[in-house]
């Protein structure tokens, strides 16, 4: 089973003094990228922060935010006085000195802004440690859990290209030895014309076998088939072991023997079989990218 590299997930935690909230979002990356946004003053916690990551995901990039509210920053707003009258005396020099139009109403005023946060400030939120982990973990559980989901549809996807994969190459080769068949009529039938009576059978069964050398693509087919097995191999493997990089190789490395087929192939049929499989294989490797 495997493990796409996209996923999210959040948690929130309400005590008292306040609430914390963790967001947990992972992307694509070549390796494991760990990024942690809190609030200034928690820089404390980023290395705890980082270990959980760290204990989850292999690969990835993966941004961790925290957000702290503290519970009286809404109630513990207060009114501030001296900002009303500045307000409101700007609004009286806006009138006289400058003929503005209007009154100053209510829903204006709130839309500026006319209260202190110095109550909340004096509560500032700081939570304990463990709590925060505790969040943090919930939230991360979640995204695995995503993960884990989008994975197994990615190994669906995979393993139906797989299949397709084989189908081609099982086709072409079962149409390889029929070309051979069809140029050693063709040789024969030109010298035969060519030489008359003359026809020299050994070197034209030479011929005909530096050839088949040449056109042998039973290598290139034995060595597809086992880069196949491995890769459902990889696919049925434990999900706690990474396998992204190890599929992404073995995309390159079917590419690589289905590219020497194609070059191989002097057959329409088998032409179009190969591209098929090259069809198949560019998903594989759009595929691949998300997998850890």
């Known amino acids: 089973m495997i493990r796409s590299m996209t996923g999210y997930g959040a948690a929130t935690v309400t005590a008292e003094e306040g609430a914390i909230t963790v967001e947990a979002r992972s992307v694509n990356s070549r390796g494991l990228k760990v990024v942690v946004k809190a609030p200034p003053g928690a820089e404390r916690w980023e290395t705890e922060l980082r270990a959980l990551v ?39 020099r806006l009138r006289d000195d400058f003929g503005v139009p209007g009154e100053p109403d209510l829903a204006s005023l709130l839309r500026v802004g006319l209260f202190s946060r110095e109550a909340a400030d004096e509560a500032e939120f700081r939570p304990d440690s463990e709590v925060l982990k505790r969040v943090a973990g919930e939230a991360l559980d979640l995204l695995v859990e995503m993960r884990e989901r989008e994975g197994a549809r990615l190994e669906a996807d995979l393993r139906e290209r797989v299949v397709g994969i084989r189908r081609a190459i099982g086709e072409a080769e079962e149409l390889a030895p029929q070309r051979l068949e069809r140029e050693r009529d063709r040789l024969q039938g030109a010298v035969a014309e060519l030489a008359g009576k003359g026809l020299d059978e050994e070197r034209l069964l030479r011929e005909i076998a530096l050839i088949a050398d040449r056109w042998d693509v039973g290598e290139e087919i034995v060595r597809t088939r086992s880069h196949l097995e491995a890769f459902e191999e990889f696919l049925a493997a434990p999900i706690e072991e990474p396998v992204g990089r190890r599929l992404g190789f073995l995309v390159q490395e079917l590419q690589r023997e289905v590219n020497t087929l194609g070059a191989k192939a002097n057959d329409p049929r088998i032409s179009r079989l190969v591209v098929e499989a090259k069809n198949e294989i560019e998903r594989l490797r759009e595929q691949v990218e998300n997998v850890e």
């Open 54 to 92: 760290e204990s989850r995901a292999r690969r990835g990039r993966l941004d961790l935010y925290v957000r702290l509210e503290t519970a009286s920053r809404a109630e513990g707003r207060a009114l501030d006085e001296a900002r009303v009258r500045e307000v409101l005396d700007a609004c009286v």
